[in-house]
């Protein structure tokens, strides 16, 4: 059974930081895209950042120079570290996971919220 385990969000205020987390398990196919999307209340889902099997890192526009995201291969995790936090960076951000099989995996999301 896949499990994507999804921590660190929170409240911070604006200019603040947080890294979130996401392990992977349960994954028996290689990975295509390991990365995060965030969703707004009233908006949809957007990607905000992936790692891609290719070895591209695309980023939304709205969070690069701020976003960092890595992984952890040996742990099969991965990290979005948010610097610079703004409120309009307050959405509960969602792990995905696309493997090999184009199965589309989703952890339970974690929200953070940027608020003075």
């Known amino acids: 059974q896949v499990q994507l385990v999804e921590s660190g969000g929170g409240l911070v205020q604006p200019g603040g930081s947080l890294t979130l987390s996401c392990a992977a398990s349960?994954?028996?196919?290689?990975?295509?895209?390991m990365g995060w999307y965030r969703q707004a209340p009233g908006k949809e889902r957007e990607l905000v950042a992936v790692?891609?099997?290719?070895?591209?890192?695309p980023y939304a526009d709205s969070v690069k120079g701020r976003f960092t995201i890595s992984r952890d291969k040996a742990k099969n995790t991965v990290y979005l570290k948010m610097n610079n936090l703004k409120p309009e960076d307050t959405a509960v951000y969602y792990c995905?996971?696309?493997?090999?099989?184009?199965?589309?995996?989703w952890g339970q999301g974690t929200q953070v919220t940027v608020s003075s």
């Open positions: 995905n996971v696309v493997d090999s099989r184009w199965n589309n995996y």
């Open positions: 349960g994954i028996t196919s290689a990975i295509n895209t």
């Open positions: 790692l891609t099997r290719a070895g591209t890192t």
